[in-house]
């Protein structure tokens, strides 16, 4: 996917692109001319190449209530190549294929310097309508008006600017339209199986919602050697879909009868899952997969969360059954580190992940891209900036 190093004749000035802004709660994006602030210190401004829609954007297109925040510029998987860089930045030159992830990797403080962490304790994860270290925007329109950032990416315009800390260089011959896939939700479904959860050979799964995040989980858990993975799902057409990224059996959680689904995957597994995996991110499902979890050494991964809920579990269960429960933003995945693993993996056919690709659009048409995940048509709709 290389691509000739960009104009550097407009490092350190303004750059007038299109954007698509979400300006009303649920209403189409509409297409406009933005002007884009050059990278100030520790920052870089990207060239998206394409983006794709997850479902964490069309949540935050359709809420009204804070932290959504209008107008705003959505968007945060993509890859692109660097226009220019502020000051104090090193670990990338103009021209370089990067992609943006809303996770930062600061590289300095304890957690990032540690194996055992992907939570950067100096520059923590937020829903933040600005960017990385200072709370102000780049992005203008054409009559002055501040347009909000989302997850420090915004990659639903030509160009954006991104803190170093959530910026991380790939190999160049990376496919663009499967690159985007290593930024979120894809890459996260992987690193639960195989770095939070460490799925071990000759094991049970089961994964409630074969969403792409969940099918990632599947495709994870197939590498790591899993020997019977049960998808949970409401729609019987997930099963077949699941098939193709290792999953072996399927429970449609609509057609139980009396039986909650905890009871058919104890006797489906002879006591339980070894892991079990909530992708949906329903209270009620997190019950349900640690219920549905072995005792002793289960391990219940959630990759979800529903605002403001509670999980309530009896002390003496926790105690008398010593399973697990661990949550797992990002899939535990480091970005700087592990994504070009990954990557690498996928170079070499190891990583079977094309099958994530369903659509393919042009810029002009986003909202068809966002129309085809609410129809449950898609799992990712990747969006060419210029094509």
Not at 153 to 167: N, P, R
Not at 262 to 274: H, L, Q
Not at 316 to 333: C, H, I, N, Q, S
């Amino acid at each position: 996917m290389a691509e000739k190093s960009p104009n550097n004749n407009t490092a350190g000035k303004p750059i007038r692109c299109r954007a698509a802004i979400a300006r009303i709660p649920g209403e189409p994006l509409v297409i406009e001319e933005v002007l884009v602030a050059a990278p100030k210190p520790r920052e870089v401004r990207i060239k998206i190449i394409c983006t794709s829609v997850c479902p964490v954007d069309v949540t935050f297109w359709r809420s009204e209530h804070p932290p959504a925040i209008f107008p705003r510029i959505l968007g945060h998987e993509a890859v692109g190549v660097v226009e220019s860089v502020g000051e104090g930045v090193h670990e990338v030159v103009e021209g370089d294929t990067v992609i943006p992830i809303f996770l930062p990797d600061c590289g300095e403080c304890t957690d990032c310097l540690s194996a055992k962490s992907n939570l950067c304790s100096k520059l923590s994860f937020s829903i933040s309508p600005w960017i990385g270290r200072e709370e102000t925007s780049r992005f203008t329109d054409i009559n002055g008006e501040t347009l909000y950032h989302f997850l420090f990416v915004s990659s639903f315009s030509e160009y954006t600017v991104v803190d170093i800390a959530h910026v991380t260089k790939i190999d160049p011959q990376t496919p663009p339209d499967r690159a985007c896939l290593f930024t979120c939700g894809v890459a996260a479904g992987l690193g639960a199986a195989f770095k939070r959860a460490n799925v071990e050979a000759g094991t049970s799964v089961a994964i409630f919602g074969l969403g792409a995040i969940g099918l990632a989980v599947a495709e994870g858990a197939r590498l790591c050697g899993a020997k019977k993975i049960i998808g949970v799902d409401v729609n019987p057409d997930k099963f077949e879909i699941g098939k193709k990224f290792g999953v072996t059996d399927f429970v449609n959680s609509r057609n139980c009868g009396d039986k909650p689904v905890s009871e058919i995957i104890i006797e489906m597994t002879d006591g339980g899952a070894d892991y079990c995996f909530e992708c949906v991110g329903s209270t009620t499902l997190v019950h349900e997969a640690y219920a549905s979890c072995r005792k002793a050494w289960g391990k219940t991964v959630v990759m979800g969360a529903e605002p403001g809920a509670m999980l309530t579990f009896k002390s003496y269960e926790v105690l008398d059954k010593g399973k697990t429960l661990m949550g797992a933003l990002f899939g535990g995945l480091k970005p700087k580190s592990d994504i070009p693993i990954l990557i690498k993996r996928y170079m070499n056919k190891e990583l079977q992940l094309d099958e994530f690709v369903t659509h393919e659009v042009n810029f002009n048409d986003i909202n068809k891209a966002f129309g085809l995940l609410l129809e449950g048509k898609s799992l990712r709709c990747v969006i060419w900036m210029n094509k």
